[in-house]
């Protein structure tokens, strides 16, 4: 069958010991912090091992850059796009090249239709990579990793970036790559996308594996036994705290109720009524004429691709980023003018999604990070002085009340893991009456737990009264918790859809409609 | 090693970092660390400077106990502090805008301006003006005119985030300029023929501590550096600086007025530079020569980098400077050597400054001279390119 990977005794992957096949896709399946991005690291020679050896086609392959990776034929496709945005895909393709001084653009050209031909892809190699939609720009990534003859495809988070439709495409793709005799191998944190395209599972659980399903296996069982092994496999006795997490769960759609029967007449709590914002930079188009009204006990979604304005609307809404026109109002009242600590001490609250770029300062203590949206006010600062023990002590129990794993307050919050750093952010942002609150990408990156609990955390502020404004790339966490979902793309909201069976689709229609003007 | 499956309830991401040693092993190894990273690099330093003498065919013994003698023995202390209090005015000043991150390099532009100003107005108010109402005026208009000095750099930066660095350093030679034409034209003394201002009577400079020469701009000086500390440690103000210095983007989303904290702090920082021109003028010169400049602000930086910008620590290191340079002054003549020597001493404290942090880094040795935002930034940006690999 050929290609064979061992990897017995690794820093961070602990003997791990896989075998991806030809003519399958091997999934590999864990949460974050299981692994996985160590092992991709390894196969496509970022970082070495320090012990074990990777075998392709059965000779003991040293893969010591990513250079050697390719020329032993394990090429990577990475979560986020490596292309050069000025540069047209022949361009990008031919930059790997290094033989000749002259770039070939003839024997570019023919190999690109080549490969595109295998994969069943249309791609035009004259376009500037920065104008394809990101499922193109993902298919161009496959190509690149292709390029050399590679006889093992290593897909790392490829949906992340994908709508529905896009990732349908995908599977297509795959399903064509299998024929030509590839081994690809698939990594995931979400279940019902492994079950959808493997033909084998490893499952990885803090650095080791933990199980494995072979073909046969996930033939014969029913999807609900599959899902339930899978489970307790990935998480052990931990399972039943987790097994409702919408990445764990394989049928997403229309299982439940819509969360808040929305009563049309409660009390609206925040209102945008056109309000524009300027751009920043080239990557941050801005919001323009944008209208939102979120009502008590609401928990809205607004789903779109990074970079179509999502800062913008996030800022506006708590006060860092002026708005150039229209009106903000909550509760009625118009709060455009009020800056970040006023609206804070409103109740009006932003979970930035930079957690640890912008959400706190590392070097300061943790009890300091609590605060920094109350600087100077009181109990904690009086006339302008720190009251230490009023904050040491509203600190302690900040952390206790949200579980933030630390040896104690006056740890500096640099040394946190992102899973209690976030807790922190969320401890700052959801303290002292908070009404209407916006979270920015409110799980990304943390552990299925924390992930649940951070859900959990929406959910019950929505029930408490309050309202929740959720902005995530991730469809399927905007499925699993909000009543509406609105689409963003290039800073205007472009359609809403009611949450309920094929809402996902239909948000994918509304995303791929946008990705189909920043094309043209 | 990942080893939890023992410990099936944590997953990874919440379990708690690993505890750092009790609190008292911390507390040694708090002081262990400032030992090795401020108190070395002196002490290499004048190592160095030991070999670099018996290099030079002088007895480093002797030179060293001439410093000693020269800057402690007798009255001499007495020197060395009044020395020291414009020094620690203009290290306290930097360690204001450094903790936010903020490079005010125009120290010199501003110490001048300052003392040609008094200088020049200085004995036409002492000799129609009580004394103590003069001499406070004095250096309120030394302060101002400091502070003043940073204001169009800091606009700069606050509306259009300019690179301070190098307005600072333009604006420090304009000023510098601006002194010398004032000491040369308006202010010239015009009994002299040396471009020069007139000479404050002595007994109307600032007052000394009985039976000491120890003017009291040396308690001032010492005042400022514990009240700069108190702000930047227990106030509002101090820890929104902190917050600038350490994270800018953090300061922006917590809505911290940012624009209004460059400027404030700025202006904070070219006041404590002006005052230090009062007090060494009024204290200790008495005129301004055309072309003199002192630089004390360029051999006092690596000093508030040793004190890693903590005003309190930067007392001993200032009169550490003090000492050595008062001391010195005896010890280079008595060995022939130009006073420029000290500078090789202090150049060679910055050297192994850098190669012990340098050490420190690869050892991964607690703190770094690093302010929190350089090294945030400097993280960030590889910790980026490791999310993008």
Redesign the interface.
Known sequence: MGITKQFPGV??N?DISFAARRREVHCLLG?????KSTLI?ILSG?VRPDAGEIRVGGDVARIDSPRAALERGVGTV?Q?S?LVPALTVLENLLLGESRGLRLNAEAGRKRLAEVAATLGVDVDADAPAGQLALGRQQQVEIVKALWRGSRVLILDEPTSMLTPQGVAELQKVLRRLKETGIAVIFITHKLHEALAVADRITILR???VVGALDTAELAASSPGEVQAQIVRLM????SRAVADVAELRTDLEGDQAPLDARPPDADVLLDLLRVSARAVGGFDPGIEDLSLRLREGEIIGVAGMDGNGQRALAEVIA??RPRTAGEIRLYGAPVQRL???AR?KLGLRYV?D?R?????????PIS?NLF??R??QRPF?RH???ERRSVEREAQSLVEAFDV???SVS?RAG??????VQKVVLARELSFDPKVVVFHKPTYG?????TRTVRDMIRGLARSGGAALVISTDLDELLDLCGRIFVLSRGRLVGEVENGPNAGERVGELMVGAGDVVAA | ?????TE??L???????V??AAPRRRFVADALDVVVRSIVPVLLALGAGAILLLALGRDPITFYSNVWKGGIELTAWQDSAVRAAPLLLIAVGLVVVFRANIWNLGYNGQFLLGAALISGLGPRLVGSEPRWFALVVLFVVAGAAGAAWTLLPAVLKARYETNEIITTLMMSFIGVGIANILIKGPFQDPTVNIPQTRVLPLDKMLPAIPGTRIHIAVLMALAAALLVHFVLT????G??L??LG??P??A??????VPRLIVMSFLVSGLLVGMAAAADILGTWGYVRANWNPAYGDTVIPFVFLARLNALALIPFVIFYAVLSTGGDLATQQANLPTDFLLVLVALILLFMTVIEYLGRRRALGASYLT?GL??ALR?SS?RRK???
């Open positions: 820093l961070a602990d949460e974050n912090g299981a692994g690291s970022m990475y986020h490596t803090a650095g080791r998480f052990g006795e931990e006060g860092e800056d970040v600590s804070q930035t930079d640890m770029g912008e959400g706190i300062v590392t070097s300061l300091l920094l949206k600087i100077g600062w302008g002085r720190i794993r630390t040896p740890t040394a946190l893991s992102g899973g209690n943390l552990d299925l737990r924390t | 090693m990942t080893d939890v499956t099936t309830t997953s990874p991401e919440t379990r708690a970092p505890q750092r227990r106030t509002s103000f820890l929104r902190q917050i350490a994270n983007r953090a922006r989303h917590v809505g911290l007025k929190p090294e945030q960030y910790r999310a993008s690999e």
